[in-house]
């Protein structure tokens, strides 16, 4: 198996090297693992391409290079120029300091790396690791995604649709903010809501006295509804949750149609 792999925290983020390290094992002996990654963080730069200029790239080692651009463009470069003559068999983005769950996965670069492989017409899959109080103190705070990500992967690719017509699957997974031994299991769910929490900006003066806003997010510890995927994260397990870049809201079109006839 070839494997591309991307993240969106940066080419020398930790998260990178438990993913190359989850994707050797999925390749085995046989297969090949490329790393196109973010030369500095992307977080928050959702499906963004550089369009309107170009975007640099130096190789850092044997099949590994970062690039001066968004995740969703270091797919295109992996795709299109790296591996233009060993297209790969899977996308892999990840995993994410923090989780991608509810609302963040409107933001997320991580999100945004395995969008463009479906876009493309390959598998992809997104990973997170929700930080915690059970996890974030921890010598090893990935540890759930690093000893459960190559299996969950293996249900994931066994059960995706063999022919898919339109925009194809992808699919957001994030680990729970626990221990490996303390994950209960995975479990497919949707998109949640996180009631009364979003992003907000806080403004800050400079020495010059110059106002600046920084981003703020919301509290990460509100779950979501049942059978979502942070309630699912924050009482334990993984959750997968299968996505399409179609962004059209069907069940109100037919409402719609009615309201233009």
Same mark, same amino acid.
């Given at each position: 198996?070839?494997?591309?792999?991307?993240?969106?925290? /940066?080419?020398?983020?930790?998260?990178?090297?438990?993913?190359?390290?989850?994707? !050797?094992?999925?390749?085995?002996?046989?297969?090949?693992?490329? &790393?196109?990654?973010?030369?500095?963080?992307?977080?928050?730069?959702?499906?963004?391409?550089?369009? &309107?200029?170009?975007?640099?790239?130096?190789?850092?080692?044997?099949?590994?290079?970062? !690039?001066?651009?968004?995740? !969703?463009?270091?797919?295109?470069?992996?795709?299109?120029?790296?591996?233009?003559?060993?297209?790969?068999?899977?996308?892999?983005?990840?995993?994410?300091?923090?989780?991608?769950?509810?609302?963040?996965?409107?933001?997320?670069? &991580?999100? /945004? /790396? $395995?969008?463009?492989?479906?876009?493309?017409?390959?598998?992809?899959?997104?990973?997170?690791?929700?930080?915690?109080?059970?996890?974030?103190?921890?010598?090893?705070?990935?540890?759930?995604?690093?000893?459960?990500?190559?299996?969950?992967?293996?249900?994931?690719?066994?059960?995706?649709?063999?022919?898919?017509?339109?925009?194809?699957?992808?699919?957001?997974?994030?680990?729970?903010?626990?221990?490996?031994?303390?994950?209960?299991?995975?479990?497919?769910? $949707?998109?949640?809501?996180?009631?009364?929490?979003?992003?907000?900006?806080?403004?800050?003066?400079?020495?010059?006295?110059?106002?600046?806003?920084?981003?703020?997010?919301?509290?990460?510890?509100?779950? &979501?509804?049942?059978?979502?995927?942070?309630?699912?994260?924050?009482?334990?397990?993984?959750?997968?949750?299968?996505?399409?870049?179609?962004?059209?809201?069907?069940?109100?079109?037919?409402?719609?149609?009615?309201?233009?006839?």
């Amino acid at each position: 198996m070839r494997i591309l792999v991307t993240n969106d925290d /940066g080419i020398n983020a930790p998260g990178l090297r438990v993913l190359e390290a989850i994707a !050797a094992e999925l390749a085995g002996e046989d297969g090949t693992v490329w &790393t196109v990654a973010p030369a500095f963080e992307q977080s928050g730069v959702g499906h963004k391409i550089s369009y &309107t200029h170009p975007t640099m790239i130096a190789q850092m080692g044997p099949r590994r290079w970062a !690039a001066e651009g968004s995740p !969703a463009d270091c797919v295109l470069a992996g795709v299109h120029e790296m591996m233009k003559d060993t297209t790969p068999d899977l996308v892999l983005s990840g995993v994410n300091r923090g989780n991608n769950s509810a609302e963040n996965a409107l933001y997320s670069g &991580t999100l /945004g /790396g $395995a969008m463009e492989g479906a876009l493309q017409g390959l598998p992809a899959i997104a990973l997170s690791q929700y930080y915690g109080p059970g996890n974030r103190q921890a010598d090893d705070p990935f540890e759930a995604a690093a000893v459960h990500g190559a299996a969950t992967i293996r249900r994931i690719l066994a059960a995706d649709p063999p022919a898919q017509e339109g925009y194809r699957l992808f699919y957001n997974v994030n680990f729970p903010p626990v221990p490996a031994a303390e994950v209960r299991g995975v479990r497919a769910v $949707a998109q949640g809501v996180r009631p009364g929490t979003g992003f907000s900006v806080e403004p800050h003066l400079s020495p010059a006295g110059r106002t600046f806003l920084w981003v703020r997010g919301g509290d990460q510890s509100i779950p &979501t509804a049942p059978d979502t995927d942070a309630a699912a994260n924050l009482d334990g397990w993984i959750s997968v949750t299968p996505m399409r870049a179609d962004l059209t809201c069907h069940d109100a079109l037919s409402r719609m149609k009615d309201a233009f006839a």
